[in-house]
């Protein structure tokens, strides 16, 4: 009966030993998924598996650091939902991204940057868009996803809470090094130790070229640097003093012998697409529609291609240039959360009532705070409009034409500015978006084109067409009221084709970074017009070729007599005569260093009125720091001094 009972030591150990076999398996598990997900985005991104196993063997430590924040991803969603659900869910989510990385980089030229993230609602409602005729079912897909989800989740062994809680914790550990520099720089602290760290190594932040940042440092880490990089930094030698100085130059100053109604109609992809076929007459000529006597005809530069039509606007509206800011930046998103100067906010000072009209979702790219920020009395959106007509998957251009007159009405003593914001031709472009008959009469299509792009050209050009039509119509209403009016419209940026432009042989390569400097301004520049109906609109603009957008509206100031003498408007208008286009990756022939110079004033004030004293708004907003000015309707016609600058 002398037998021997101590079991309790090797029970003890086999019992923990159990205990962190399902630990074990679950850091296994999240390891081959984060692995794989990571080679699948990256062959996503270089076009192949090898060429993703060798950027592995000539970055290592890029390739490990990607691999530890995707491990840290991974380890979370299986410390929320389990082990296999989890890992499902977070390679998915990796490789999802991946996917989305890679169209938006080939569709827009720049991949995911932070301001993507803010905006997601915003995405989830653009792609039921691009869902075309399949729109209905999205939300019986988002049901079933769901549904599949949870009936996953009941239905697999699920861990206890306790190794739950240590992949979770795990996954923190992993990601701590990135949520801490994010997080605290969100609150404007700057921590720099995570990129010091790597760049210490031989990683390096590649902010002048995003594409090529994630092919240096693979998907998540450019990811993690864009978003530690999109916080601004001042400009080298930005003081507030500094720019007080250039606000107390003085500057001429005289009220505006006639205040216009202004009207001004951003085009969506408002652009003649018989371009593609070498077409060089006068655009849209083709449609047989002349444009209204007295009509300047000219190019705008629009920071963005194919989308991002908030960047356009911004540069517009504000005068300020999307090259001095971050790339992937959208200012709509990120930086316009206060009193931010405008030509509604200027306008105003002169006794405008400033109207913004956009047949679409009210909060799409924050429209809706942004417009408030800019001083507009009223934002007109797609809530505002009862039983709209459509042409194609949108609100016709017709009845924005319609909803501008309204706004505008018989005339009562005020001027109005009216800033319209088109729909009618935003993408998808398929054969179905209009009924057959439509698509008579249309210009030239270049050879080349295959079926889906040919399609894709006929749809945009139709609303083109109708664009021009607009601006045709509001013109000769606005002649009809007998009162002074200007007429502005212009394209936001060129369509969101996929492949048409290497197709048609109208640049060489769907990559922006092969474009030569004439590839480049083509695929940026878009038509404008102007036109006015007490005055030759062509006798008061100094407009000489392509201008960006930034330069636009301090033009047409100038040109009707009101700029009102104010500083940012002057230095505006001085760099528009020097270098009337300033866009990224296009600069203009001679000296760096002297344009550098040259550039250095308004880059501080630009910087100033985003991020600084803000001493570009209107004094009553400036020395009150209140959100809006008064709008009495009988408001004096503004004087501008130099005193009232400062």
């Given amino acids: 009966m002398d037998q021997s009972y101590g079991l309790s030591a090797p029970l003890g150990g086999a019992t923990t030993a159990a205990a962190a076999a399902p630990w074990r398996r679950a850091c296994a598990t999240a390891l081959l998924a984060a692995t794989l997900a990571l080679l699948l985005g990256e062959a996503l991104w270089r076009d192949g598996l090898i060429a993703a196993l060798a950027w592995v063997g000539r970055a290592p430590l890029a390739a490990a650091v990607n691999l530890a924040l995707a491990l840290g991803i991974v380890l979370l969603t299986i410390g929320a939902c389990g082990r296999w659900l989890g890992a499902a869910l977070g390679a998915g989510g990796l490789v999802a991204y991946a996917l989305i990385n890679r169209h938006k980089a080939d569709l827009l030229g720049v991949p995911v940057t932070g301001s993507d993230f803010r905006l997601a609602g915003q995405y989830v409602d653009t792609l039921r868009i691009l869902m075309g005729e399949w729109r209905g079912l999205w939300w019986p897909l988002v049901a079933l996803a769901g549904l599949?989800?949870?009936?996953?989740?009941?239905?697999?062994?699920r861990e206890r809470l306790p190794q739950r809680l240590a992949a979770a914790a795990a996954g923190l550990a992993?990601?701590?090094?990135?949520?801490?520099?994010?997080?605290?720089?969100?609150?404007?602290?700057r921590p720099t130790w995570f990129s010091e760290a790597l760049t210490a190594h031989g990683l390096r932040y590649v902010g002048w070229d995003l594409r090529q940042n994630v092919t240096d440092n693979g998907q998540l880490l450019a990811i993690v640097w864009n978003v530690e990089q999109s916080l601004v930094v001042a400009p080298r030698g930005y003081r507030p003093e500094r720019v007080a100085a250039l606000y107390a130059q003085p500057v001429a100053a005289a009220a505006p012998a006639t205040r216009p109604d202004v009207v001004v109609v951003m085009s969506e992809a408002w652009?003649?697409?018989?371009?593609?076929?070498?077409?060089?007459?006068?655009?849209?000529?083709?449609?047989?529609?002349?444009?209204?006597?007295?009509?300047?005809?000219?190019?705008?530069?629009?920071?963005a291609v194919g989308g991002l039509t908030c960047n356009a606007e911004f540069e517009f509206l504000t005068g300020n240039s999307m090259a001095l800011l971050p790339e992937g930046a959208i200012p709509y998103v990120d930086y316009v959360l206060a009193p931010t100067f405008s030509l509604a906010r200027h306008l105003r000072t002169l006794g405008y009532e400033t109207i913004a009209v956009h047949p679409f979702e009210r909060h799409f790219w924050k429209r809706d705070e942004v417009y408030r920020h800019f001083g507009f009395d009223r934002y007109v959106a797609l809530d505002d409009f009862v039983d709209p007509e459509h042409a194609g998957y949108f609100v016709a251009d017709r009845e924005l034409v319609r909803r501008i007159l309204a706004e505008l009405g018989p005339g009562d003593g005020r001027p109005r500015f009216v800033f319209a914001v088109s729909m009618q031709n935003h993408l998808p472009f398929a054969a179905d978006k209009y009924p057959e008959a439509v698509y008579a009469g249309l210009g030239p299509l270049p050879p080349g084109l295959g079926d889906d792009s040919r399609?894709?050209?006929?749809?945009?050009?139709?609303g083109a067409r109708d664009a021009w039509q607009g601006f045709?119509?509001?013109?000769?209403?606005?002649?009809?009221?007998g009162q002074p009016a200007l007429l502005v419209q212009f394209g936001d940026h060129l369509p969101g084709f996929d492949r048409v432009y290497v197709e048609a042989g109208y640049v060489g390569s769907r990559d922006p970074r092969d474009w030569s400097p004439a590839e480049r301004l083509r695929m940026h520049a878009t038509p404008l017009a102007v036109w006015a109906s007490h005055v030759d609109a062509r006798t008061r603009l100094e407009l000489q070729g392509p201008t960006s957008l930034a330069f636009v509206g301090t033009h047409l100031l100038h040109g009707f007599g009101l700029d009102a003498g104010r500083p940012w408007l002057r230095a505006g208008l001085e760099r528009a005569r020097a270098h009337p286009v300033l866009l990224r990756g296009l600069v203009p022939a001679g000296d760096d260093t002297a344009l550098a110079a040259e550039l250095r004033d308004w880059q501080w004030m630009q910087h100033d009125g985003l991020f600084g004293t803000r001493r570009n708004l209107p004094p009553e907003v400036y020395l009150s720091d209140t959100e809006e000015p008064p709008t009495a309707a009988d408001a004096p016609l503004a004087t501008a001094t130099d005193a009232e600058e400062t």
């Fill in 174 to 189: 992993l990601l701590a090094p990135v949520l801490g520099s994010n997080g605290l720089g969100a609150y404007g602290l």
């Fill in 148 to 157: 599949g989800a949870v009936a996953l989740y009941r239905r697999l062994p």
């Fill in 455 to 462: 399609e894709a050209v006929r749809a945009h050009m139709v």
């Fill in 271 to 303: 652009w003649d697409a018989a371009r593609l076929a070498g077409d060089a007459a006068a655009p849209f000529a083709w449609t047989g529609l002349a444009p209204p006597p007295g009509t300047y005809l000219g190019e705008a530069v629009s920071p």
């Fill in 472 to 481: 045709v119509a509001l013109a000769e209403a606005l002649r009809a009221r």
